[in-house]
C-alpha cells in the first residue's frame, strides 16, 4: 500500500527571527505542497535484506541506502513512533556516515540537511525495514517559505501513517486528502520539529507548526493561538530568486543578539509588539469593504514595520522628496579624501 502526506509552507506576516527569541510571530499556511509518498517494500524479495530509498522527483534524484548498511551505521533503531527522543550528536554523526557515498552534486549540497532530517525520521519511526519514498513539492527551496518543514511535517505524516501510529485505520478507500485528528498531529508535529531541528539548528518551531495545523497562528514561546479571520487575507509572495540558508541566518540572529544584548532585547520587544497588534487586526471583524481596506492597510504598515530595511526606507522618501520637486543624492559616507586622475 502507498501512503501519501501533503504539507503545507508558510509565509511569516511578522516576528520572523524574533520568534526565536520569544517574541510572538504570526504565520499562515498557503496553499502550496509538498508531498511525501511512501511505499513499504517486502524485506529480502531479492535475498537480501533490501534498502530505503528517496527518490527527489524535482531535483531528478534518487539515493539509496541499503538495510544492512543502516543496521551497522545506527544499530536497531526505530519502531519508537510514540513521542520523538531528539536526535542525539552521535546519531547524528552516523546519519552524516550514511550520507557519505551519496552522489549529491556539488551545487546540491543543500540537499544533505533534508537527506540527514529523512534518514533520522525514516529510521526512528520505521527501523531499518525497506521502503521507497517519493517527494514532490510546489514550493521553492530555501525562500523563505518553509519548504524544510513542509518536506519535515509531510514526511513524518507519510511515516507515522505506515507506522500504523497515526490516521484512520485503513483509510476511507477513496484517493482523496483526509484529515488527520488532533492528537495525530500533535505527534506529526514533534516528529517533524525533530526534523527542523537537523535542518535549521534552533528553530522555535513556527515553520512545523503551522504547515502541520493550517490556518493562520500566533505564535509564542511554543505555545499556538488559531487566529480566527472572517475574511480571507490575500497574499501576491514574489519570489527574488537570492538563494539564502535559513540556519545561517538564524546563527547570525542569535550573534548579534549575544553582541548587544540591551538592544536586541529592544527590537525583539518591538517586533513582540508589532505581532501581537497584527494578530488582533487580523481577527477584526470586518464588515464592509471600507473596513477591509482599512485593516488591509493596517496589516501593511504593521507588516512593513517588521520588515524595514534601510534601502527599501531610502527609496521612498527620495520617491516622495523628488515627488514635490527636491533633489536627492544617495551617497555613501565616509570615503576617501583627495584623488587625482593622470590624463
Ligand atoms: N523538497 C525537498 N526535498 C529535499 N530537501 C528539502 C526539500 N525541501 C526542503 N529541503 C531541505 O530543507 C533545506 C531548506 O531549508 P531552509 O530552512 O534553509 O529554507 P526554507 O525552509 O525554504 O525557508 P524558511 O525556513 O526560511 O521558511 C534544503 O536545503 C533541503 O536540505
Ligand atoms: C527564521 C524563523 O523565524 C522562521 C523560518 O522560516 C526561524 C524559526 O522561527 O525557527
Ligand atoms: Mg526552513
Not at 511525501?36 to 531528478?60: H, Q, T, W
Request: charged content about 20%; glycine content about 10%; aromatic content about 4%.
Amino acid at each position: 500500500m502507498e501512503v501519501r502526506a501533503r504539507a503545507p509552507g508558510k509565509i511569516i506576516l511578522a516576528g520572523e527571527h524574533a520568534v526565536v527569541h520569544g517574541s510572538a510571530a504570526v504565520a499562515a499556511a498557503i496553499d502550496l505542497y509538498t508531498t511525501s509518498s511512501l511505499r513499504l517494500l517486502p524485506a529480502g524479495e531479492d535475498g537480501g535484506a533490501g534498502a530505503v530509498e528517496l527518490d527527489l522527483r524535482d531535483s531528478g534524484l534518487t539515493f539509496s541506502w541499503p538495510c544492512s548498511r543502516v543496521r551497522a551505521a545506527l544499530g536497531e533503531v526505530g519502531g519508537k513512533a510514540g513521542a520523538p527522543t531528539p536526535c542525539s550528536p552521535d546519531e547524528l554523526a552516523a546519519v552524516a556516515k550514511l550520507l557519505e557515498g551519496q552522489e549529491i552534486p556539488e551545487a546540491k549540497i543543500w540537499l544533505s540537511a533534508g537527506l540527514s532530517a529523512f534518514l533520522f525520521l525514516y529510521t526512528s519511526i520505521l527501523g531499518c525495514r525497506p521502503g521507497k519514498a517519493v517527494v514532490t513539492s510546489d514550493l521553492p527551496i530555501g525562500a523563505g517559505l518553509g519548504s524544510s518543514a513542509a518536506f519535515c511535517v509531510s514526511m513524518s505524516g507519510a511515516l507515522l501513517t505506515a507506522a500504523g501510529a497515526v490516521g484512520v485505520a485503513g483509510g476511507s478507500g477513496a484517493e482523496e486528502w483526509e484529515l488527520f485528528g488532533k492528537d495525530d498531529l500533535e505527534l506529526v508535529n514533534q516528529w517533524a520539529f525533530q526534523g527542523e531541528k537537523i535542518i535549521h539548528g534552533k528553530p522555535s518551531g513556527i515553520d512545523n507548526s503551522v504547515s502541520t495545523f493550517g490556518s493562520m497562528i500566533k505564535f509564542k514561546k511554543g505555545e499556538l493561538t488559531n487566529l480566527k479571520s472572517r475574511n480571507p487575507v490575500k497574499m501576491l509572495i514574489t519570489d527574488t530568486r537570492v538563494g539564502r540558508n535559513t540556519k545561517a541566518l538564524l546563527a547570525g540572529v542569535s550573534e548579534r543578539a549575544s553582541r548587544h544584548p540591551d538592544a536586541m532585547a529592544s527590537v525583539f520587544n518591538a517586533v513582540n509588539s508589532i505581532s501581537e497588534e497584527l494578530s488582533s487586526v487580523v481577527e477584526l471583524a470586518a464588515e464592509d469593504e471600507i473596513a477591509i481596506t482599512s485593516r488591509e492597510d493596517k496589516l501593511a504598515e504593521l507588516m512593513e514595520m517588521n520588515q524595514v530595511s534601510a534601502h527599501t526606507v531610502l527609496e521612498k522618501v527620495a520617491t516622495e522628496l523628488e515627488s514635490h520637486g527636491f533633489r536627492c543624492f544617495k551617497v555613501e559616507v565616509g570615503g576617501r579624501g583627495l584623488q587625482v586622475c593622470r590624463a
